[in-house]
């Protein structure tokens, strides 16, 4: 199991930027597929981001594209999000995961570990 713990939330005008950080502890972290998740407010969590064990594959819904990016730093246990551009609807809870597999649908059931979130609203 890997824990993982995000920081880097919080309030930004529409237009700025911000940039999650997601702490992961546990030897596993290597090998793990890694993604970030938001929930807005009466939402259901979604996909925005996913990076694979080695970063030689991204994924990004659509909502984001152009906008985020998703990196990870092996040597440091570390998985970031850079978000630019940031708009209200990007106002929501951001989750870091990490699991085991690429190809699994929906995109949440790659993920078995879960951080407790980080609050990103963004002010029109």
């Known amino acids: 199991q890997v824990q993982l713990v995000e920081s880097g939330g919080g309030l930004v005008q529409a237009g700025g930027s911000l940039r999650l950080s997601c702490a992961a502890s546990?030897?596993?972290?290597?090998?793990?597929?890694m993604g970030w998740f938001r929930q807005g407010p009466g939402k259901d969590r979604e996909i925005v981001a996913a990076?694979?064990?080695?970063?030689?594959?991204?994924y990004y819904v659509d909502s984001v594209k152009g906008r985020f990016t998703i990196s990870r730093d092996n040597a440091k246990n570390m998985v970031y999000l850079q978000m630019n551009s940031l708009k209200p609807e990007d106002t929501a809870v951001y989750y870091c995961?990490?699991?085991?597999?690429?190809?699994?649908?929906?995109?949440?059931?790659?993920?078995?570990?879960w951080g407790q979130g980080t609050q990103v609203t963004v002010s029109s």
């Open positions: 546990g030897r596993t972290f290597t090998s793990k597929t």
């Open positions: 990076i694979s064990w080695n970063g030689g594959a991204t």
């Open positions: 995961a990490a699991g085991s597999s690429w190809y699994g649908t929906p995109w949440s059931s790659n993920f078995a570990s």
